[in-house]
């Protein structure tokens, strides 16, 4: 069964050894597993669809790292990296299998998001948008036209972006002359809608002002995708702005069986959104905590008064490593609960009851609140295990501290904050939102 097509890496390797111990990547117990190049259309892979996954991704993050500083100081959309993507099949890996796809389930999935967060976020954002999209689209459309989409979806590749923000409000649906609507308005922070192919796009009903979502190609006549992102960090997310003029959508195209929070199985949409960030936040802190000791290895002098001879043997920055090592060990935790409380939710289908989904969604907001608490702290702190020579310009390392702060902001973490502690306190589950 050939489960997708992965280019053969160069043998140097820049990354850094990872100074966690962690299990995330399955180790390859029964020799190398034999990748097809680009043209080798037709190999057949004989390691199992998540061992081939998760080696494609860590041969993919070798290749990303090498140009992860200069993209980040270059910004604009990484054509390049979206289309090794596109050509390694792990755009499909939360696609059924019967539909061509992987199969992979979530925590697996929030795994690979991890993978690629360490070397680059903004690569780490798209792919998990990516599969944010793919969700959107079978918890809110109908088992039709997940299918055809799905299916379309493997067979040509399609990268799909971003243009739901349910805080723009602005942008209407008005009656096209009974053949479906027109969607008239603007978009902002629309993450992957450049160089995407389908885009999930949110309006308000200007009859009922009923909110609804459709899946649309993203060339459609009207629709203007402006190169306008220009972020202190994910600088390459191409989270910019889209307008819509006169657009025409066919009523088949809007996803409204059940619709967006249509159901409570719907509703979980904004858990697998929040665990997406939360991985991204997540696999930064680790990639760099191991810059930082890669760091400290190699060129951090130990202070005038420690008297030691190696910065390794400092106190004090083994007391900072000793904290950063607890710390992420922790977020680690409760993210892997998160991501296997939101797998028994989704594979509890319809018959989700809303104590599991309440469930989810609080451990989903710990996993939250632990990541973006931890990964401010190492990307902001690090600097004090590494030295003043590390905040030089040309080595970029403030990126992991630029790339979070900015992801961060994408709701209020402290509201994720006050739901928990009504959970402790009054034992109320938060109630379902396009952010809770």
């Avoid at 604009?76 to 019967?98: C, F, H, M, Q, Y």
């Avoid at 904290?323 to 939101?342: H, M, P």
């Avoid at 030089?392 to 990126?399: K, L, Y």
Wanted: proline share 6%.
């Amino acid at each position: 069964m050939h489960f997708g097509a992965a280019i053969l890496m160069p043998d140097n390797d820049p990354m850094p050894d990872n100074p966690m111990p962690n299990n995330l990547v399955p180790k390859n117990g029964g020799g190398p597993i034999l990748l097809p190049t680009l043209n080798d259309r037709d190999a057949a892979i004989t390691a199992p669809p998540r061992q081939f996954a998760f080696e494609v991704a860590e041969q993919l993050s070798r290749t990303f790292a090498q140009t992860a500083v200069e993209r980040d100081k270059r910004g604009g959309t990484a054509k390049a990296e979206r289309d090794l993507l596109r050509n390694s099949g792990l755009l499909n890996v939360t696609i059924p299998a019967s539909l061509g796809g992987w199969e992979l389930d979530w925590p697996d999935t929030m795994k690979l998001i991890r993978i690629f967060a360490r070397v680059d976020s903004s690569i780490a954002h798209l792919f998990g948008f990516q599969h944010l999209m793919l969700a959107s689209v079978s918890l809110y459309g109908s088992s039709a036209q997940a299918e055809r989409l799905f299916a379309e979806t493997v067979r040509n590749k399609w990268f799909w972006g971003n243009a739901l923000n349910p805080l723009d409000r602005t942008t209407s649906l008005t009656p096209n002359r009974g053949a479906g609507y027109l969607i008239n308005g603007r978009k902002s922070f629309c993450s992957g809608a450049l160089d995407s192919d389908m885009l999930i796009v949110s309006a308000i009903q200007s009859l009922d002002e009923k909110f609804m979502v459709a899946a649309i190609p993203s060339g459609r006549r009207g629709i203007s995708i402006h190169v306008d992102w220009d972020g202190m960090g994910q600088r390459q997310t191409d989270s910019g702005t889209v307008e819509f003029h006169d657009v025409a959508a066919a009523p088949e195209e809007f996803l409204k069986t059940p619709g967006p929070l249509g159901s409570i199985r719907a509703s979980l949409r904004s858990c697998i959104a929040q665990l997406i960030l939360s991985n991204i936040f997540l696999g930064i802190a680790e990639g760099a905590l191991a810059e930082a000791r890669n760091y400290t290895l190699a060129q951090t002098r130990p202070w005038t008064t420690s008297g030691v001879q190696s910065a390794t043997e400092d106190p004090y920055v083994l007391a900072n490593y000793g904290g950063f090592f607890v710390s992420l060990q922790a977020a680690q935790a409760l993210t892997d609960i998160a991501a296997d409380s939101l797998q028994r939710g989704w594979e509890s289908g319809e018959s989700i009851t809303e104590n599991q989904r309440g469930k989810c969604a609080i451990d989903v907001a710990a996993s939250k609140v632990i990541t973006t608490r931890t990964g401010l702290e190492i990307t902001s702190r690090m600097f004090e295990v590494m030295g003043a020579r590390a905040a030089a310009g040309p080595a970029r390392i403030d990126r992991f501290w630029r790339n979070l702060r900015t992801h961060t902001l994408h709701d209020p973490v402290d509201y994720k904050v006050r739901e928990l502690g009504d959970w402790a306190l009054n034992h109320r589950l938060p109630k379902p939102t396009f952010y809770s």
